[in-house]
């Protein structure tokens, strides 16, 4: 873990990839990366793919318990079995997913899946210090309020127009690098300030098809202490972005956002919905 008295700029970590290795130097809304010129992927749940769950994922957080049971009898109805929610700073409870909504969600046999981000975040806002700020937070909710279970993923996002080709990465995959390797020491020290035994979050990544498979095949540490990057990954909806369709054709992706409530105007309970498959293990939990 790095010392919070280490510099930035004098501070290096290697990160290694399926197929090479190069060192970096650190240098001092909602969750669609899409569809970016409307080419979106908007598919129906017939064309479901074989071995998946079908989910949704919305920003709306209901207004009382009422509100929270009446959703998740509709989603239950509608034959969803994922559902994908945001942890966030606290100035956006607006879609903030609640104790009393996840156990409503729960008690309808919804296994829900967390993602935090504060607004769109583009590369100007994936820094060391924001993503260590961010994980700080994100652990300290799910841990404190959700009470989330231990090796369950929180999913963090890398969306709008942060899903580069790798032929950019010196311009934009080390900032979302940087982001993310902040992100496990916030988390990291987040899970030592609540002593032995405190539960442990895997990282996963919301974003474009190239950052997705980046991110999957990297790890990041010290030479003899490498740990993965992140181990889940969300493939966002928009197929206009590099790596799309190789990534969808890998099955490499625990959770694919097919559809967004901006092009298909689908709701449940009058609340916005984007439409997801899940594959294998999407980190999804019940909340206790």
């Not at 510099?7 to 970096?24: G, I, P």
């Not at 989910?55 to 318990?65: F, K």
């Not at 980046?214 to 990057?229: C, E, I, R, T, V």
């Not at 590099?242 to 967004?260: E, H, M």
Request: charged share 15%; with cysteine; net charge neutral.
């Amino acid at each position: 873990m790095r010392s919070k008295s280490t510099s930035l700029n004098q501070f290096r970590y290697t990160v290694h990839l399926a197929a090479f290795t190069f060192s970096l130097s650190l240098l001092a809304g909602r969750a669609h990366c899409g569809p970016v010129g409307g080419k979106g992927i908007h598919r129906t749940k017939a064309s479901m793919p074989s071995g998946t769950s079908s989910g949704l994922d919305y920003a709306d957080t209901p207004a009382s318990s009422t509100a929270a049971v009446s959703m998740a009898t509709a989603i239950a109805k509608a034959r969803y079995t994922l559902v994908g929610r945001y942890y966030s700073n606290p100035a956006n409870n607006w879609k903030i997913l609640t104790s009393t909504e996840g156990k409503a969600l729960s008690a309808k046999g919804l296994l829900v899946f967390v993602v935090y981000e504060n607004a769109g975040a583009y590369s100007d806002t994936h820094t060391y210090s924001n993503g260590y700020s961010y994980g700080q937070q994100a652990y300290l909710y799910a841990y404190g309020t959700i009470h989330q279970p231990t090796n369950r993923p929180i999913y963090f996002a890398i969306d709008e127009q942060d899903g580069y080709a790798l032929s950019e990465e010196n311009t934009k995959f080390p900032n979302n690098i940087d982001f993310l390797v902040g992100v496990h020491d916030g988390m990291n020290d987040a899970q030592v300030s609540k002593g032995s035994g405190a539960p442990t979050y895997p990282i996963g990544v919301y974003a474009g098809g190239d950052f997705c498979a980046y991110a999957l095949g990297a790890s990041y540490g010290q030479p003899g202490n490498m740990k993965p990057l992140v181990t889940y990954t969300w493939l966002c909806a928009s197929s206009s972005y590099p790596g799309f369709q190789q990534f969808l054709a890998s099955n490499k992706w625990s959770l694919w956002q097919y559809t967004i409530t901006e092009a298909t105007n689908l709701k449940i309970n009058n609340v916005g919905i984007d439409q997801d498959y899940g594959r294998g293990d999407t980190g999804a939990f019940l909340v206790p």
